[in-house]
């Protein structure tokens, strides 16, 4: 029996005048994530077909099931566009696919194939009594209220049957909308909301305040491995990873901001640092994992008084999701077991026992006068570290109490794993 993969891509979507590059960019992707296994990919114009060795199925289905823009896509089973050979493989594929007895169903024949003398809806009914006659499993005929459909499609080359879709992520293909950063932390929400950019169609690097050794580098490792899985649903090999050092501006803040304003303050320089990179990068725009009402600093009030130090459109996927909510959606994509893991940076480490709930931005600059956080900017931006985090990055972590430099060893100039650009010049 041969078995293909029918990948079908989202039908409203496909309207206007980006349908090709709509559909360049998700067959690359489908491409790029098939390239090591020994598949056959044949494209047609808003489908593909992929061939695949039986023992790769699980792992070509599970590959599909991440990758943004896919609407649907089943296994279909294939044979010449004869009558005889369609009637013998329905048989096999309902006794094969079909659980139980009693199965209200149903056959959907479509003919791509113009030329053939009867039409769909009468090659239905000349197939239906020799394939229904002939299968083992016992099925009823329920054309109103079908529980399965065996769906036959005949083309010229080809015919085609199957009787399930699986749903695919749906969205939009990463890329199309271009390149966003996210700002990610070692917490649970900021890679979700990195998934929801990607799924709708947005590139993303990742941008993380680290503080070490003042945080613990298990922190980082933790980021790191979020951007292994993140991997999983962009169009490449690698994601990048920029580490960017926060520990004097941390010690600043502490030492000279009131413990209400330190993680207002704290925020108000991400967001400073966010948009410079993204100015400097031409990214178009800066994604973080804030959802309202959660903790102090994500009330109303806090995210007033932080955003107003960027003009930069800032995406929040979050916003309005529950912890719950979230919570599902990191264990389905994978990043919640590592999320959860003990090590914490520097948002969640020393938070201030009574922060400000409706800070101010006048208060917040009064505050900053107090040191000179501009110099410490400048500088954190120029030695900004940038990885490409494809399967086999590792750090080198020899124990608790590194810095990222220990860990990236002495030698640093830009780390990627192979296939990718490796960067080797600072990006400022
Ligand atoms: P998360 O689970 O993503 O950390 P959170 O609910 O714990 O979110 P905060 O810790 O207040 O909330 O952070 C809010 C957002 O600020 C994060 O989602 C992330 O986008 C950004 N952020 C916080 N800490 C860092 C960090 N160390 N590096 C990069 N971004 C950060
Ligand atoms: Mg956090």
Redesign the pocket.
């Known amino acids: 029996m041969t078995k293909q993969i029918l990948l079908r891509f989202g039908d409203l979507m496909l309207k206007g005048r980006n349908i090709g590059s709509f559909l360049r960019r998700i067959k690359d992707h489908v491409r790029e994530k098939m390239k090591d296994l020994d598949v056959e990919v044949e494209s047609q114009h808003d489908r593909m077909f992929i061939g695949y060795r039986q023992e790769d199925e699980r792992n070509v289905l599970n590959r599909l099931s991440r990758i943004p823009g896919l609407m649907s896509y089943s296994i279909v089973y294939v044979t010449e566009p004869d009558f005889e050979k369609i009637i013998e493989l329905a048989r096999e594929v309902i006794d094969l696919e079909i659980e139980q007895d009693g199965v209200r169903f149903k056959i959907e024949t479509k003919r791509a194939d113009k030329t053939l003398p009867l039409n769909s809806q009468e090659i239905t009914l000349k197939l239906a009594g020799p394939i229904l006659a002939g299968a083992k499993r016992r099925v009823v005929v329920d054309v109103r209220d079908p529980e399965e459909i065996l769906h036959i499609e005949i083309r010229k080359e080809h015919a085609y049957l199957y009787l399930k879709t699986i749903p695919g992520l749906g969205g939009y293909p990463v890329g199309i909308l271009g390149k966003g950063l996210?700002?990610?932390?070692?917490?649970?929400?900021?890679?979700v909301?990195a998934f929801f950019a990607m799924k709708q169609g947005i590139e993303v690097e990742l941008?993380?305040?680290?503080s070490t050794p003042m945080t613990p580098i298990e922190s980082v490792q933790k980021v790191v491995d979020v951007a292994k899985v993140l991997r999983l649903y962009a169009p490449r090999e690698t994601i990048r990873l920029h580490l960017?050092p926060?520990r004097d501006i941390h010690n600043a803040i502490l030492e000279y901001v009131p413990s209400p304003y330190t993680?207002t303050i704290m925020?108000r320089m991400?967001y400073r640092l966010a948009e410079r990179y993204v100015k400097k990068n031409r990214l178009l725009t800066i994604?973080?994992?804030?959802?309202v009402g959660?903790?102090a600093?994500?009330t109303l009030q806090s995210l007033k008084a932080i955003e107003v130090v960027t003009s930069f459109p800032i995406i929040r996927p979050l916003v309005t999701m529950d912890k719950t909510e979230i919570i599902k959606v990191a264990r389905t994509i994978g990043t919640f077991d590592i999320?959860t893991r003990p090590f914490e940076?520097?948002?969640?480490i020393y938070v201030p026992k009574q922060p400000a709930t409706k800070p101010m931005h006048i208060y917040a600059l009064r505050y900053e006068e107090l040191f000179d956080y501009e110099t410490l900017l400048e500088d954190s931006l120029k030695h900004v570290r940038t990885l490409s985090v494809g399967p086999s990055f590792e750090l080198d972590l020899a124990g608790s109490g590194m810095t990222v430099e220990e860990a990236l060893g002495n030698d640093y100039n830009g780390i990627g794993d192979e296939d990718d650009h490796v960067e080797t010049k600072s990006q400022f």
Request: hydrophobic fraction near 35%; charge should be negative.
């Open positions: 996210v700002m990610t932390s070692s917490g649970i929400d900021s890679p909301a941008f993380h305040f680290e960017v926060f993680i925020r991400m994604i973080t994992g804030e959802s959660q903790v600093s994500q999320s940076d520097c948002c969640s």
